[in-house]
């Protein structure tokens, strides 16, 4: 009946043919790389756990009841099993930690690649192919800068030439990851990340977001190509015969929600599109986050602000005097100015109702005078 049942069994342990283990296979250098190390360290911990899980089974069948093994009540302590016990483990953590040590260094995705495989280092001829990732929801953007086209949930590169992904996100934090090629890297709004890879066999492998995002997260797959330079060519070409522009406003309705969205071509798009994407000001009445940091790191639109800025101490006499705006102490960024509101009424001077109550003159200042550096709706 056992030897029946077994026979059972096979055909539901052939469905397993169709797994496809592809982390144990990988078509790029950087995920073989990484796949080795994952078997490595796996050996590494197996030195230890196969022979405590076989001296597990081989004392319960020793000292089981009814057996001859010898009875040792007051037995306490063996150097021998004592150095084994903590000598192996710790001969195991020297190794795992030295490996690591080194692997984390060499597989750091921000590090450019110096080799397309083993023992082929990169050609010093060679140019990285750039592509800017954008996690949508629920799809991914790609854009080929030195090429002019963009696309959706489909994604291409040559075999053997290094790719430099630059990877940010329009809403919620994502994860952009293409087993075959290498490890998965976050994709976060306002933020960039970087990943440096590499495909060795042409080839569709499938890429995918590992990061929960929200309702269409499970069908924010895309396919990833690996083609020769002829076929990548051709690949490019049909990009640019087939699509459309992608305008700002085309790119508005694109950031909007939508699942299982099938591959779209653009066969041009702004160049400063995934950089405003990046700094979050597609909508231009936005400001860009740099030149918000810009602002910050002048502390509050520096000289060209110097009238938006007042001192801390703005309920002492030296405040009422027109020289104390100009002192050098700390000071705070109370409001902006614009041609249509010279003096930054708009949003209110803490405490102040006029530009006399400032002591600024009454007429209004010229943006010749004073620059305009921000615009006051989004500060």
């Known amino acids: 009946m056992s030897r029946f049942r077994a026979l059972l069994v096979l055909p539901v342990l052939s469905l397993l043919g169709g ?3 592809v982390i144990l296979d990988p078509a790029g250098d950087m995920a073989m790389q990484q796949r080795d190390l994952i078997v490595l360290a796996t050996v590494l911990m197996l030195v230890i756990v196969l022979p405590v899980m076989a001296l597990t089974v081989w004392f319960a069948w020793r000292y089981r009841k009814g057996n001859d093994a010898p009875y040792e009540p007051d037995w306490d ?28 260094h060499m ?15 990169v050609p010093e001829e060679s140019r990285p192919l750039e592509v800017e990732v954008v996690a949508l929801d629920w799809k991914w953007l790609f854009f080929y ?8 949930n489909e994604l291409a590169a040559p075999v053997d030439r290094p790719i430099t992904f630059r990877i940010t996100a329009s809403s919620v934090m994502n994860s952009f990851f293409i087993p075959a090629l290498a490890g998965q890297i976050y994709a976060m709004p306002g933020m960039e990340t970087k990943l440096h890879a590499v495909v060795n066999r042409a080839g569709v492998y499938d890429g995918l977001s590992a990061n929960y995002s929200g309702a269409g997260f499970s069908g924010m797959r895309f396919k990833f190509h690996g083609m020769s330079d002829e076929a990548f060519a051709d690949w490019i070409a049909n990009v640019r015969e087939k ?23 653009y066969a041009g798009f702004p160049d400063d599109l995934y950089n405003r ?6 909508d231009p009445a936005k400001m860009c986050m740099g030149e918000m940091m810009a602002i910050d790191r002048e502390g509050g639109l520096g000289l060209a602000g110097i009238h938006n800025v007042l001192p801390h101490d703005k309920g002492s006499a030296d405040a009422e005097k027109p020289s104390a705006i100009l002192a050098p102490r700390p000071g705070y960024l109370a409001s902006l100015c614009t041609d249509d509101d010279p003096f930054g009424l708009t949003a209110g001077f803490a405490g102040s109702a006029s530009p006399e109550a400032l002591n600024l003159p009454a007429t209004p200042i010229s943006a010749n005078s004073v620059p305009v550096t921000a615009k006051p709706a989004n500060i």
């Open 77 to 104: 302590h063996s150097m021998k099993i004592e150095l084994v016990v903590w000598a192996a483990p710790l001969a195991i953590i020297i190794a795992l930690g030295s490996v690591t040590w080194v692997a984390t």
């Open 243 to 265: 699509g459309s522009d992608l305008t700002r406003p085309v790119y508005e309705q694109l950031e909007r929600p939508s699942e299982n969205v099938a591959p779209i071509y």
């Open 107 to 121: 597989l750091d995705p921000y590090r450019p690649l110096d080799r397309i495989a083993a023992g082929k280092p």
């Open 145 to 152: 800068p030195e090429y002019g086209v963009a696309t959706v």
């Open 277 to 282: 994407i990046l700094n979050m000001c597609v």
């Open 19 to 21: 797994c496809n283990l």
